[in-house]
Structure formats: structure tokens, C-alpha cells
């Protein structure tokens, strides 16, 4: 691939480039689920908390099925979690560049919900659910998004504005 302006890196082992990519875009269904620009969203702890137990739950399934994903930025997919739990102000400082974002950004997901359209739940959760129910590995949160997309599908409203706390009774 040869196109002015665009950066293009070979990798070696491309499903797992691509694990590691689905593990970052595990955010997409809660960013739907809230309704809030991504920015705003990925700058509330309790909005991380949730997602870096899906990321956990996604890595335990991986690590049964014997799959490492590659790094993202330069770092061990194992960080993410533990990134995404810092307390706000010390996320601020160590990942500031997820918060450099449009400010009313929100996840495609967002949008499929608005328009009305079928969202790739079942491509991104749905791809580690299947995982750890081949491997049994219990992923109760990601289990819970899943659940409450699909209610946002078929209620055909939109997002739903979720809280935290509604996501968490849900799990």
C-alpha cells in the first residue's frame, strides 16, 4: 500500500493487531449506552471502570484460547486496565491524548443506535463472548452491554442515556 500522507506499518501477526483493536473498541457500547461524547465519557472513572472490566474479561477469554494481542502504542495490552482505573486527575496526566478528542465525538455504535440501525455488537462483545464461552471463562459485564444494546436496538429509541449505575445493576 502506497498513499501519500498515510502511514502504513507491516505486522507479522495481523489477528492479533486486530484483538487488540477489538479490545479498545469494547468502549463503543458503552459510549452508546450513555450517550455522552467520548471525551466526556472516557474522562469519568465510573464510565472506565466498566470498561476495563470488559477488557479483562476479553483478556482472560484471549489467554484460554492461547491468543496474545499485540501492543497498542507501544503498550502491553494488559496496561489498558490498569490505565483506565487510575483515579481522574492521574488519568488526565498519563493518557491525555484519549481525551484529545472532538469534544462531541461519540462511537459508531452511538450512531447506529440513533439511526435505527443494527450496531456490531455481536462483532466486537459478541466476538468475546464466544470466546470465553469456548474456553468458560465467565464474563458477567460484557454479558450485561450485550444485553442492553440489543434492549437499545429494539426499543429503536436511541440511545438510552444510561447512568453508571443502571449499566452496573444490569451486571
Known sequence: LDVKGAAVREHPDMPSVLWAKLLLNLNNALNALSGLP???QIADRRWRLLFARQ????LAAL????????KIE???????PRILRLPDWLFRRVAGRMLAIDPEARSSM???LNRRRPTEIDYLQGAVLGLAGKNRIPAPTTEAIV???RQAETAGA?????TTDAVERSI
Open 38 to 40: 467520548l471525551a466526556t
Open 55 to 58: 477488557i479483562d474479561e476479553a
Open 63 to 70: 489467554k484460554a484460547a492461547g491468543i496474545k494481542p499485540a
Open 74 to 80: 507501544g503498550v502491553a495490552p494488559s496496561m489498558i
Open 110 to 112: 452511538w450512531e447506529d
Open 147 to 149: 444485553r442492553l444494546v
Open 158 to 162: 436511541g440511545s438510552p442515556g444510561l
